[in-house]
């Protein structure tokens, strides 16, 4: 037999869900997984560290290809696998605008991208000055680590970041932190989209992204009432990233839509995205076929939408006891048009455990029966 | 966490093609299966002879409910399960009937179900006058064991079975034989529907079935210019029988249409069904999905469309080399919204070794898009 031959480093949801589309297509798909018993445990076929070149090197001469649940395994690691000929899709030089918010904001600005005022900072007074010119407020990152909400700090002066601006504080997050004018936005978007090392580019239709508390609650495919112009100027900037980036698999490009409609780039993800979760049921071809076909190099799959509507309401966890397997009963019945997705995870307050998509021509009842659904499933015991 | 753990005994396609939707439902999905490197290897947490009871109750142990992905397990071995209190779906009561035709044909008798004229052959005597009664041609049937046309001639006299009806080769068969009327059909048509054992029960749209070679080779969904009364006919057809023989988990029931528009049963498979690939991506919920939410007694999911129409190609072996892998860049290329779906076999000509599904709202479109990618990746070196 001939094989296709998919590494996945690390085994999160994201590995997870690139399982299905690897067995329709007959990809053998393989995890390195962090510890047993993960999400993606059913095609995890080696445990350990993604940070020691050894165990990745090892991991590696099992597949043809190598890519990421996550963003988080070092550069140096990805180079060593790249000096050696393995074929590491997104490439290291994509993933280190990823990895370091302040590198992809340089990036970006050389690109002439649309996107927030930023600068970077080393000290307290030119934190004060930016916020100064920017109607006294700013969003604070750690250039490095950040997600769901972690490393972001909204300030209004340098005094609510005195712990990251220390001597230790600094060091500890690489020496510099990354500030942006805090956008008034009317909402925020993300514009999914795929590219191949040959470099076929292809775009789904741009959604509308709802967060709570800095993480992604609903997704809306595709953003509701999006003008000709947002579309086409969200594919385009997608496409710029893409390629300015040299990026390869899925792109997640999370936009602020502002009063003026201007569409500015908040956050880049170089892998399959919370936003993208609508396109297993909503798309042709979901972001997760997709991601494989992409990574292994073969043309790219139909992004058209399989219905008018798609809508994505997360499952975040309530307790350290509600999984929602003992509420699909109830939810099945009440809801037998929902697609429930959970992700094998124990149970945790606020932790992204599942997600549910119902696909329909009406977006009103979509949106009503995902989040009735999604309400009968994390209903505590 | 809890758990929902669904055991099924066979490794083949069918097994493999529910690991998807038990992924994306969290159910912890486990695999009797009869050797290593079976389709469902992923899946595979055993790997034994499932004609052995010792075997079977002990993989039953690690799991809420035994399904199947074949028809063969021998009665004996499920009732002494069932006996131990194990949940078995369907039951062995039902599976009696899918592993004998003659039973079936009795029960079905019994229920006034329409289906071609039968009898039960014990020597050429009796197959002769019911070939004369019947226009000179009938179909001799083994009762036990037949499939995908192994197990069934076309007869126009006794001399055409000599070998089955000789002594030693009755005893091979198990003592008698199955004659049914040659049914002057205009098409095939299957019926797939689910029941779990609470007794909810819900029908897919009737699909067209094209058989070459005794073997499926397409399946059109709806099936092209039903009548009401005919897709009506066809789901009380299913309910009855599923009802009546106390069918759990998926059904299909496979009948002639005939020019006067009579629906004829021709055979039934308690399981998922090759009829129902097309319900992978043309349903919104799948004959997989649906399979592990009835054997479970889960509510079932909606089976409307996803579009108004889905044709289903399979994909079968052309030669010992050909495992359609080389030609995926072409078919991707060529035909960005075909699914292609392959089941990890190795190649050998005239086997089942994948299927590819196009949904889209023009009939002709979908069947031409989903010809031409069988087309291009069955094609020899």
């Known amino acids: ?144 680590g950040g997600y769901d909400g972690k490393g972001v700090r909204v300030v209004s002066s340098s005094a609510d970041a005195a712990d990251w601006l220390s001597a230790e504080g600094l060091t500890k997050v690489g020496g510099h932190l990354l500030v942006e004018e805090k956008v008034a936005f009317v909402r925020e978007l993300a514009q999914l989209s795929a590219r191949n090392p040959s470099g076929e580019f292809l775009a789904w239709p741009l959604v509308q992204t709802v967060q709570a508390n800095g993480v992604c609650s609903e997704v809306l495919a595709p953003a509701p009432n999006a003008s000709e112009g947002t579309l086409e100027q969200a594919a385009v900037i997608a496409q710029a990233v893409s390629e300015g980036l040299g990026v390869t698999g899925v792109l997640a490009v999370e936009m602020f839509e502002t009063a003026d409609g201007r569409l500015l780039i908040n956050e880049l993800a170089m892998r399959p995205h919370n936003s993208g979760h609508f396109s297993i049921e909503g798309s042709v071809t979901s972001q997760f076929e997709q991601h494989l076909r992409a990574v292994l190099d073969l043309p790219l799959g139909s992004t058209l939408p399989t219905n008018a509507h798609a809508v994505m309401v997360n499952l975040l966890g309530v307790d350290d006891q509600n999984d929602f397997l003992p509420h699909y009963a109830q939810a099945q019945s009440a809801h037998p048009e929902v697609k429930i997705h959970t992700y094998g995870k124990g149970a945790r307050a606020g932790r992204k455990m599942g997600h549910v998509t119902v696909v329909s021509g009406n977006a009103e009842w979509a949106l009503e029966e995902a989040r009735q659904a999604a309400k009968v499933l994390t209903q505590q015991a």
């Not at 099992?62 to 890519?67: E, N, Q």
């Not at 000290?123 to 250039?143: C, M, Q, R, W």
């Open 1 to 144: 037999m001939s094989e296709l031959r998919v590494g996945v480093i690390g085994g999160g949801q994201l590995a997870r869900m690139m399982t299905p589309p690897a067995i329709n297509l007959g990809i053998t798909l393989k995890v390195l997984a962090e510890a047993e018993g993960s999400s993606a445990a059913l095609a995890t076929t080696l445990v350990g560290d993604y940070n020691q070149v050894e165990v990745v090197a090892e991991f590696a001469k099992t597949v043809d290809v190598i890519t990421f649940d996550h963003e988080h395994v070092p550069l140096a690691v990805l180079e060593a696998l790249e000096a050696n000929g393995v074929s590491v899709q997104p490439p290291s030089r994509a993933l280190a605008f990823a990895q370091n918010k302040l590198r992809m904001r340089e990036r970006l600005s050389q690109l002439n991208l649309p996107m927030p005022d930023w600068a970077e900072i080393h000290d307290a007074d030119s934190l004060d000055s930016f916020i100064e010119a920017h109607g006294g407020v700013a969003i604070l990152k750690t250039p490095i």
